[in-house]
């Protein structure tokens, strides 16, 4: 009897841990998120750092918070190796495995893919829609000709980093002569595009005396750009470069012991840094929402605090923070995580970032945000207290461009469901 006892103790002891097991899980189901970049190939480490930057975002940020509507979030890596053939494989992946939200930014011809095949996917299966999280790619056709409900960006886009840049120019008497070098797709051509365009309206004296494009993610030595640059005669270079395609073509400049300013986007981080040294300094200037050394931020501790997990990367995308904090206050105002609701929250929202005040616009998703200028300099020197990538040199505010200065028109006609 006493053995008969035992089991059936035993069995509700079981029986109760299953099912509190059960409901714990219940109570914990996840919402994914597929980060669709490349994982492999010549930009795998600017897709590792992005993922890292999402995974610790989800966790500090909302998990370790109890989540959102009773749910954790849970970032899944899908390697589209920055072609916009295998973003769309990446894409049916994440839809075959119920995800119902979607993040991308290195390369705007997958970003352009991307979200054309979310379209298409959501108006299929209204049922099961998807959301897609832009956080830089930055081509203005994706909120322009190509917006979408279902896509927000929230990096600036490259008419407005140019207008940023070109503000700072003009004051730069000293500036006479611009080379423009970029990256052979739809990012590269904007950035010359509206850098032409910029520099004729705010200093016609200004000569362009250089316009070239180079292959993606292919060129392993970008020497014979910079012999053109400086056979130019080029004071100042302005380039969209990200990834490797950035931190080899300032590694070549330096090795060629190019003289000219080089006006970036992302020189920042992800090795570009590393590449420069000391050859940039006072040279190398970036146009940026948030760089370590900026004044006003609250995001220090955590940019200690992701350094000390991740040794050998750099805080960097300011921005997926904002990206990751806004989608979780648009599911708690919405009630709801289902994308429409939360797309519809997200809509014209305004938010307190680490870096600042931004703004979502309903009429294009676009994030709105200030924007500001810094030069790569020695650390240690008053307004440098953080150095980047152990290299002994970090950024140094410059120039600033407000949110209002940062809001520029759009073209959008946008499709609701």
Not at 114 to 135: F, Q, S
Not at 224 to 241: F, H, L, M, R, W
Not at 337 to 362: C, H, Q, T
Not at 377 to 386: D, E, I, L, M, R
Request: net charge positive; glycine share 8%; with cysteine.
């Amino acid at each position: 009897m006493q053995h008969v006892k035992k089991q059936s103790f035993m069995k509700s002891i079981f029986l109760g841990v299953l099912f509190t097991s059960c409901s714990l899980n219940f109570a914990q189901a996840q919402v994914k998120i597929a980060y669709i970049d490349p994982l492999s190939g010549s930009f795998a480490n600017v897709g590792d750092a992005g993922l890292k930057h999402f995974k610790e975002a989800v966790e500090v940020n909302v998990n370790q918070k109890g989540g959102v509507n009773g749910q954790m979030m849970e970032v899944i890596g899908i390697d589209n190796k920055a072609s916009p053939q295998e973003t769309l494989v990446a894409l049916k992946n994440a839809t075959d495995q119920g995800i119902r939200y979607v993040t991308q930014g290195n390369g705007s011809g997958a970003a352009a893919a991307l979200i054309d095949g979310v379209n298409k996917w959501n108006a299929r299966n209204p049922d099961k829609t998807v959301l897609y999280l832009n956080y830089a790619a930055v081509d203005p056709t994706l909120t322009n000709e190509k917006c979408s409900f279902w896509h927000f960006r929230f990096d600036s886009h490259v008419g407005m980093k140019i207008e940023a840049i070109t503000n700072y120019i003009k004051t730069q008497a000293s500036i006479k002569k611009v080379f423009i070098l970029g990256q052979n797709y739809a990012h590269g051509r904007q950035v010359s595009e509206y850098s032409k365009n910029m520099l004729k309206a705010k200093r016609p004296d200004i000569e362009i005396v250089g316009d070239d494009l180079h292959p993606l993610g292919s060129v392993k030595d970008f020497s014979p750009y910079i012999s053109k640059i400086k056979a130019s005669g080029a004071d100042t270079v302005i380039t969209g470069n990200w990834g490797n395609d950035m931190a080899l073509l300032i590694k070549a400049a330096k090795d060629a012991g190019l003289k000219a300013k080089f006006f970036t986007f992302y020189a920042g981080g992800l090795d570009a840094p590393t590449a420069m040294g000391a050859a940039g300094e006072g040279k190398v200037i970036q146009v940026i929402e948030w760089q370590r050394n900026q004044t006003g931020s609250t995001l220090e501790k955590y940019a200690e605090d992701f350094g000390k997990k991740y040794p050998t990367i750099d805080f960097y995308y300011a921005r997926i923070n904002t990206t990751i904090d806004m989608l979780a206050l648009a599911m708690k105002n919405a009630k709801s995580n289902d994308p429409k609701d939360v797309a519809l929250a997200l809509e014209n929202m305004s938010f307190k970032s680490g870096y600042g005040d931004v703004f979502m616009r309903k009429s294009d998703h676009q994030l709105v945000q200030p924007l500001h200028l810094s030069v790569f300099s020695k650390a240690g020197q008053p307004g440098v207290k953080y150095d980047v990538e152990k290299t002994g040199y970090g950024f140094k505010n410059i120039a600033d461009m407000s949110m209002k200065d940062s809001d520029q028109p759009n073209t959008c006609v946008m499709e609701r469901p």
